[in-house]
């Protein structure tokens, strides 16, 4: 079974740039989050959905952060314009409630870096 | 909001040394989960508690969930270099499933 598959793995760019970031999850997973990782720290998150319903985005930065998962399956996450603290790694992760745990199976991350 | 305290934030040890890290909170949480990350992946789920006082055990790791439910400890015995990496403990509130509150972390090397 393929894991949570994230594309870039890497991305440099300039301050005010925009960038993008695509998560597909595990197949079936209907719950999906966007993390940020700082270095050596634990991840923070930004939105989790529900299929196709963000139900909580309180700590994504609606200024310049937005996310859609429009089929309740695969997500992008935008930030226009970055900014230099901006840079991080970017995780998603998928889970289910079938299982009947709460673990969150994650993606290998976009390392961000904004010049 | 639930914060989730991991000391210590560094560790560095010599192979075939016993270690502990420690997750604390002041808010109870209903299930308390371990992730190990390495460098350039994500996080790896390592074992979930869910019972005050429960303890588990993986190979050479043991896991404790405090009785109150809000703290939590993981001990590895003999740590090898292959134990190198960012242990993170994250817990889950009873009125959210599926928000995890993730510890700060702890990075963990073994020298062989």
């Known amino acids: 079974e393929a894991g949570v598959v994230q594309s870039p793995r890497y991305k440099i760019i300039e301050k005010k740039q925009p960038v993008a970031f695509w998560c597909n999850p595990i197949s079936g997973h209907n719950t999906l989050y966007w993390y940020r990782q700082n270095l050596g720290q634990g991840p923070e998150l930004l939105i989790r959905y529900e299929n196709e319903e963000a139900v909580d985005d309180s700590q994504l930065p609606k200024d310049r952060f937005s996310a859609e998962r429009l089929k309740g399956v695969d997500s992008t996450l935008k930030i226009q314009p970055a900014e230099l603290g901006d840079s991080a790694v970017y995780l998603c992760?998928?889970?289910?409630?079938?299982?009947?745990?709460?673990?969150?199976?994650f993606g290998p991350g976009t390392r961000l870096t904004v010049l | 909001t639930q914060l989730l305290e991991q000391s210590p934030q560094f560790l560095s040890i010599q192979e075939g040394e016993n270690l502990t890290v420690y997750c604390n909170s002041s808010?109870?949480?209903?299930?308390l989960q371990w992730y190990r990350q390495e460098p350039g992946e994500g996080p790896v789920l390592l074992v979930t508690v869910v019972t005050g006082g429960e303890v588990k055990k993986l190979k050479r790791l043991t896991f404790q969930f405090g009785d109150a439910r809000k703290d939590s400890s993981l001990h590895i015995t003999a740590a090898q270099p292959g134990d190198t990496g960012l242990y993170l403990c994250?817990?889950?509130?009873?009125?959210?499933?599926?928000?995890?509150?993730f510890g700060q972390g702890t990075i963990l090397t073994v020298h062989p």
């Open positions: 992760a998928s889970s289910t409630r079938t299982s009947g745990s709460n673990e969150q199976f």
């Open positions: 808010s109870v949480f209903s299930s």
């Open positions: 994250a817990g889950s509130g009873g009125t959210s499933y599926g928000k995890l509150t």
